[in-house]
């Protein structure tokens, strides 16, 4: 069977909209899958090195490095100590696997947290805080009142790599002001553990996705 040039101009453009469809329904799933959730204690763990304010909520945000979504958690950050009712005690925990270099978790990553106002940035050699506070997914924050009960266990985004006004934010926010519990929520990025394994990491030392 011939088919005349304009069948196949027609044919060829059904093929790219399906494609460019069934890619954008990916990227958007992609977007909105979650990473595992923490297992964070609900109290302050005796046997971390971080401390906490016995005089007001402590935020600590756990972070891999070289996880470029990560990026939006940390602007959030930025976001809600602005707004905060009370600023909390902040930390960035940022993991460094016993496999890389000195300096490696130093990214822009590192140096955007540092330049937070009110928050103090922690290396953690091979992961140890992050297990200490049950995390998997980098972005994690946990939330903890002067008495050391958990108030909040979640993300600070509502999306992967996408920042703007979300649920995490104003849970976050709402736990700070009144130092009441207010759940949990998803949370969107990569592996912590990532570059503790080569096979999991691209060939810049970054996290592959969680998929």
Request: charged share 20%; glycine share 12%; proline share 7%.
């Amino acid at each position: 069977m011939r088919w005349h040039r304009p069948a196949l101009w027609t044919a060829a453009g059904v093929v790219w909209l399906g494609a460019v469809v069934a890619g954008l329904a990916a990227l958007m799933e992609y977007d909105n899958r979650p990473g595992p959730a923490a297992d964070a204690p609900v109290t302050w763990p005796v046997a971390t090195g971080i401390a906490a304010d016995p005089a007001g909520p402590t935020l600590v945000m756990f972070a891999h490095p070289r996880c470029d979504c990560t990026r939006a958690s940390v602007d959030e950050l930025a976001e809600l100590m602005a707004r905060a009712e009370g600023r909390p005690r902040a930390y960035v925990v940022f993991i460094k696997p016993g496999r890389v270099p000195g300096g490696w978790e130093q990214s822009a990553l590192w140096r955007r947290a540092a330049s937070i106002p009110g928050v103090a940035v922690v290396r953690d050699d091979h992961g140890h805080e992050a297990r200490r506070f049950g995390v998997q997914t980098s972005g994690q924050v946990v939330l903890y009142d002067r008495r050391g009960q958990l108030i909040y266990s979640g993300g600070a985004t509502g999306a992967r790599g996408k920042t703007g006004n979300n649920a995490g934010r104003a849970a976050i926010l709402a736990a700070v002001a009144a130092e009441q519990a207010h759940g949990s929520l998803p949370v969107f990025g990569c592996s912590m553990f990532a570059a503790a394994d080569a096979s999991s990491m691209d060939a810049n030392g970054s996290p592959l996705p969680i998929r």
